[in-house]
């Protein structure tokens, strides 16, 4: 089969190649998937570039990046039902922990790491939802319903951003968010968004409160933790919740403690690959019923073939993307 490997950091040019490599078989309780689409994430960056923590070397000697990803299940290894063949799925994880991701023609994984993907919901979007839309969906709804909650999206013009905005409406919560420019701050409002706030402002924190009559915000979803945190602490109510799950800008930050403390504030670090399985099945079961209710709205910035995985890289890593970078198998 086809696949984009590399077995050393370093820029995407110089290190991701397209080769041949022999076509897994399904082991016992694993689906072999004919992969359609692969979604290329920040994080797929930041691993095939040595970023991950405490990371200096590769984890095995060949790599087939990205852990998103959609297609069919085309075989199945012992203990897997037969009518999984032809089922058409998304999958979770794909690259975790594992040596061989979704930039391939194929990939055998565990059969619950493939989920069923709706008839009427593209193959495009499908490979959105591992990393963006389990992230976006738990953010939001990982602490219980939030209905007539007041939560807001940092962050609302950014694909998880995005994503977190609509879970939210669909939901049943008071929406608000933050963007920059123009199109970001439209981005945000077409989601959903009941108002949009420019996440530069000086006057940011004054604004929301202003905006919900002194009203506190139940739920916060965290895009840049470290840079937002003292604004986060101001606004955030008694026993609410800031579900983060970046801090790109600051990565030690430095937390004003007692203020948190004496609001009892949870922080919720999100990592969608270290869900337990409880959380991600209700995840999943969540996010599948949004795919059904057609709640979702997936922006893609760009579709390349396989053999561009390394432009496609570079787009991620640039930031200025508006939407999904996705590569055609």
């Given at each position: 089969m086809r696949a984009i490997t590399y077995g050393r950091f370093g820029p995407?040019?110089?290190?991701?190649?397209?080769?041949?490599?022999?076509?897994?078989?399904?082991?016992?309780?694993?689906?072999?998937?004919?992969?359609?689409?692969?979604?290329?994430?920040?994080?797929?960056?930041?691993?095939?570039?040595?970023?991950?923590?405490?990371?200096?070397?590769?984890?095995?000697?060949?790599?087939?990046?990205?852990?998103?990803?959609?297609?069919?299940?085309?075989?199945?290894?012992?203990?897997?039902?037969?009518?999984?063949?032809?089922?058409?799925?998304?999958?979770?994880?794909?690259?975790?922990?594992?040596?061989?991701?979704?930039?391939?023609?194929?990939?055998?994984?565990?059969?619950?790491?493939?989920?069923?993907?709706?008839?009427?919901?593209?193959?495009?979007?499908?490979?959105?939802?591992?990393?963006?839309?389990?992230?976006?969906?738990?953010?939001?709804?990982?602490?219980?319903?939030?209905?007539?909650?007041?939560?807001?999206?940092?962050?609302?013009?950014?694909?998880?951003?995005?994503?977190?905005?609509?879970?939210?409406?669909?939901?049943?919560?008071?929406?608000l968010a933050t963007a920059r420019g123009d199109s970001g701050m439209e981005a945000a409002r077409t989601a959903g968004a009941e108002k949009v706030f420019d996440y530069s402002d000086d006057t940011l924190a004054e604004q929301i409160l202003d905006w919900t009559d002194g009203r506190p915000v139940d739920r916060i979803v965290e895009v840049e933790f470290g840079r937002n945190v003292e604004t986060n602490t101001r606004i955030i109510a008694e026993r609410g919740t800031i579900a983060a799950y970046g801090s790109a800008q600051e990565m030690t930050p430095v937390l004003p403690f007692y203020p948190l403390m004496f609001k009892a504030v949870t922080i919720d670090l999100v990592l969608v690959y270290l869900l337990s399985r409880e959380e991600r099945t209700v995840t999943v079961d969540n996010l599948t019923g949004l795919l059904e209710r057609r709640a979702l709205d997936f922006r893609i910035s760009e579709v390349l073939r396989l053999e561009e995985c390394a432009r496609a890289h570079d787009i991620v890593a640039e930031g200025a993307r508006a939407g999904s970078v996705l590569l055609k198998i």
């Open positions: 995407a040019r110089d290190v991701l190649k397209l080769e041949d490599v022999p076509t897994p078989t399904p082991l016992p309780g694993e689906v072999l998937v004919r992969l359609q689409v692969s979604g290329v994430n920040p994080s797929d960056n930041r691993a095939r570039a040595g970023g991950r923590p405490g990371v200096t070397e590769p984890p095995f000697p060949k790599i087939i990046p990205h852990s998103d990803g959609s297609g069919i299940v085309e075989a199945v290894g012992e203990g897997v039902s037969s009518t999984r063949i032809g089922e058409r799925v998304w999958i979770w994880n794909g690259q975790w922990q594992r040596a061989f991701g979704t930039a391939a023609e194929y990939i055998a994984l565990p059969q619950e790491q493939a989920v069923a993907l709706p008839d009427d919901v593209s193959f495009e979007e499908g490979a959105i939802l591992g990393i963006p839309g389990m992230t976006a969906c738990h953010a939001v709804l990982g602490g219980g319903p939030v209905r007539d909650r007041i939560v807001l999206v940092s962050g609302g013009a950014g694909t998880v951003g995005r994503l977190a905005i609509q879970v939210a409406t669909a939901s049943g919560a008071r929406v």
